[in-house]
């Protein structure tokens, strides 16, 4: 009996993945009813396991469920995008030169401010700890996994040292796009390191203005950089999708 509440975390979790990557994918469009019945069947779900991703959805923005009206799919225009899980399926659907651009516009909209208030903020405790961070991302394998995560911490410590709420609140969709950057280009992450250190050694001496415009220089390349590899990768397949023999 224990085993189930697990089990039907899972089922819930596969169906909240399945019916909100059709809907970001377009499969499911606007306005379209979901019969709960069917989605039972269709997912060998229970009512409740059924009712329980419907909420889950609806408060991503995906769905409208309402007693008399059924559930249906909403517009794109209600849907929450900066919910992780609705970036990880965008990311499935879009076009990775797109969503690579949608993402570097947020994060330069936040992060060079971000950068500012920490070098007018952050404690001599949170440099070190900052500093702490950028030194275990030179000591990472950079090809490995934990390069990310260090990466992601030297991020994160960044936001907090701006000693404004809403900023750390964004280092889930800053993590995204460093998630993205790695698995389009783990290069990348080496090229940046000396970047990141002229954003941490302008925090430490505490210039706003040379925080910002070092943050600034460090997405501006990065971007630069994932957008030739994103380049380069078409340039390489397109001929073989030409010469590949029609299906059918």
């Not at 907090?160 to 709420?165: P, Q, Y």
Request: hydrophobic share 45%; with cysteine.
């Amino acid at each position: 009996m224990r085993a189930a509440a697990p089990r039907k975390r899972n089922l819930c979790s596969h169906v909240v993945e399945e019916i909100g990557s059709r809907v970001v994918r377009g499969e499911l469009g606007p306005d379209a009813v979901l019969n709960e019945a069917d989605l039972g069947k269709q997912f060998r779900a229970s009512r409740s396991v059924v009712r329980e991703a419907v909420k889950t959805l609806a408060a991503k923005g995906l769905l409208d469920s309402r007693t008399r009206t059924g559930t249906r799919v909403l517009a794109s225009t209600h849907w929450n995008l900066l919910d992780l899980d609705v970036l990880g399926w965008r990311y499935g659907a879009m076009p990775r030169a797109q969503f690579v651009r949608e993402l570097f516009e947020i994060r330069r909209l936040i992060e060079p401010g971000a950068a500012a208030l920490a070098a007018e903020r952050a404690t001599p405790q949170e440099i070190d700890a900052l500093g702490e961070a950028y030194a275990t991302m030179q000591a990472t394998d950079h090809a490995s996994d934990l390069a990310i995560d260090a990466d992601m911490r030297f991020h994160r410590m960044l936001l907090s040292c701006s000693h404004n709420e809403l900023l750390v609140q964004m280092g889930g969709v800053i993590g995204v796009g460093l998630l993205i950057s790695f698995r389009i280009s783990s290069h990348s992450y080496g090229v940046s390191l000396p970047k990141h250190f002229e954003v941490f050694d302008a925090i430490r001496q505490h210039d706003p203005d040379g925080a910002c415009a070092a943050m600034e220089k460090l997405l501006a390349n990065t971007r630069e950089m994932l957008e030739r590899e994103l380049a380069g990768s078409a340039s390489v397949v397109a001929p073989r999708r030409e010469s590949a023999p029609a299906a059918g």
